[in-house]
C-alpha cells in the first residue's frame, strides 16, 4: 500500500524543503511552498522513499526529508509504472503526473547544485486538480 511519508514545503528555490507533517493543497498549488502561485502545472514534486533511501545507504550522509527539495517522499508506489497523465488519490486532494523526471534542458538552471541533482531521474511533478490537505500518513491510491 502507498503512502505519504512527509510533506515538505521550501521558502527558496535550490534549497532543501523542510518537512512541516501536513499543508493546504489548492490549485495553485502548496501553500506557503516557493512555487506557489507561480503558474504552470508542476505544483507537486514526489520522490520515492525506496531511491531516497538507497542514496543515503551510499553516501553516507544522515537520512533527511526534504534533503532533495521534494514536496512528498512517498513509499510503496511502483515508480516504473508512472507514466504521465496517471493521478493520485490522497485524501481530499487528486494529483495528476505532468512530467516525470527533471533533468533535460529545462533543468540548466540547476547545473551544479547539489539538491535536486542526485533524485532527477525519480522525481514526479504533479498538478493539483483537486484540493484538500495533504498529510504525512495519508494512504496514496494510484489511477491509471
Same mark, same amino acid.
Request: proline share 3%; glycine share 12%; charged share 25%.
Given at each position: 500500500?502507498?503512502?505519504?511519508?512527509?510533506?515538505?514545503?521550501?521558502?527558496?528555490?535550490?534549497?532543501? !524543503?523542510?518537512?512541516?507533517?501536513?499543508?493546504?493543497?489548492?490549485?495553485?498549488? &502548496?501553500?506557503?511552498? $516557493?512555487?506557489? @502561485?507561480? /503558474? +504552470?502545472?508542476?505544483?507537486?514534486?514526489?520522490?520515492?522513499?525506496?531511491?531516497?533511501?538507497?542514496?543515503?545507504?551510499?553516501?553516507?550522509?544522515?537520512?533527511?526529508?526534504?534533503?532533495?527539495?521534494?514536496?512528498?517522499?512517498?513509499?510503496?508506489?511502483?515508480?516504473? !509504472?508512472?507514466?504521465?497523465?496517471?493521478?493520485?488519490?490522497?485524501?481530499?486532494? &487528486?494529483?495528476?503526473? $505532468?512530467?516525470? @523526471?527533471? /533533468? +533535460?534542458?529545462?533543468?540548466?538552471?540547476?547545473?551544479?547544485?547539489?539538491?535536486?541533482?542526485?533524485?532527477?531521474?525519480?522525481?514526479?511533478?504533479?498538478?493539483?486538480?483537486?484540493?484538500?490537505?495533504?498529510?504525512?500518513?495519508?494512504?496514496?491510491?494510484?489511477?491509471?
Amino acid at each position: 500500500m502507498a503512502k505519504i511519508l512527509c510533506v515538505c514545503i521550501s521558502k527558496e528555490r535550490k534549497t532543501c !524543503s523542510q518537512n512541516i507533517h501536513e499543508c493546504e493543497a489548492d490549485l495553485q498549488g &502548496l501553500v506557503g511552498d $516557493v512555487h506557489y @502561485g507561480m /503558474g +504552470g502545472r508542476k505544483q507537486v514534486s514526489l520522490l520515492p522513499y525506496e531511491k531516497v533511501k538507497e542514496y543515503f545507504e551510499h553516501s553516507g550522509e544522515d537520512f533527511r526529508y526534504g534533503r532533495f527539495g521534494e514536496n512528498l517522499l512517498v513509499e510503496g508506489i511502483n515508480w516504473n !509504472s508512472i507514466a504521465e497523465g496517471n493521478r493520485f488519490r490522497c485524501g481530499d486532494v &487528486l494529483l495528476e503526473a $505532468v512530467r516525470i @523526471g527533471a /533533468g +533535460g534542458p529545462a533543468s540548466d538552471a540547476y547545473k551544479g547544485e547539489k539538491v535536486c541533482t542526485p533524485m532527477e531521474p525519480w522525481f514526479v511533478f504533479c498538478q493539483i486538480l483537486e484540493a484538500g490537505r495533504l498529510r504525512e500518513g495519508e494512504i496514496i491510491l494510484q489511477q491509471r
